[in-house]
């Protein structure tokens, strides 16, 4: 039977919101990821660094910036023994300068997704998908990548409407 994975990567902690740092739980991928999991029915898995960038904004930026430059491959605190029982994957995660966290990367070349399908969304604060679609396809051959949804982070708890239209016209509602 057809099964759907959501695998989102998530950070909480201090972040940026209009203007303003502030510290909060749940992240804003995570927020929408949880909107999802109310629409339709699919397993989850968070992609989490064993050892996470910092609480601290300004230093996360840093952090996340060498490991984009030196293409890391950071270890997960955990992994899927496999994903063969999914057709199809959910992946989330915020724009990390311009592209997908280096942990997703990490996530993406565990696992062989020919014939799979991958629906990317992510957050961002005005960047959009950035060039985080051309890598997800370059580090998953064989899979077919569908047009992601960006949506604003600082806005995800009202990401609703746009995240049902999107799984409707991927035939996931
Ligand atoms: C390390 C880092 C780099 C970021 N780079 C960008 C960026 O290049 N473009 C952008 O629009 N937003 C950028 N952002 C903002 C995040 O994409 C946005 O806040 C996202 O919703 C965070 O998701 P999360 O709370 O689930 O981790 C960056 C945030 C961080 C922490």
Redesign the pocket.
């Given at each position: 039977m057809a099964k759907t994975l959501i695998a989102?990567?998530?950070?909480?902690d201090e972040?940026?919101f209009g203007g303003a740092m502030r510290y909060?739980k749940v992240?804003?991928?995570?927020?929408v990821v949880n909107l999802m999991k109310e629409m339709i029915d699919a397993d989850t898995f968070k992609i989490e660094m064993a050892n996470p960038?910092s609480p601290v904004?300004m230093t996360?930026?840093e952090?996340?910036?060498k490991d984009l430059r030196s293409q890391a491959r950071p270890e997960l605190k955990s992994y899927l023994e496999s994903i063969d029982e999914y057709d199809t994957v959910i992946l989330a995660?915020?724009?990390?300068?311009?592209t997908f966290?280096m942990a997703v990367a990490t996530f993406l070349e565990r696992y062989d997704f020919t014939g799979k399908t991958i629906l990317p969304l992510?957050?961002?604060?005005?960047?959009?998908m950035?060039g985080s679609e051309s890598g997800i396809k370059k580090l998953t051959p064989g899979a077919t990548v569908v047009k992601g949804l960006p949506?604003?982070?600082?806005s995800?708890a009202s990401a609703g409407p746009s995240v049902e239209h999107w799984l409707k016209a991927n035939r996931l509602l």
């Open positions: 989102f990567f998530s950070r909480a972040n940026y909060v992240g804003n991928t995570e927020i960038y904004y996360c930026i952090e996340a910036k995660y915020p724009n990390y300068w311009g966290p992510c957050t961002n604060e005005g960047s959009g950035g949506i604003t982070g600082s995800a």
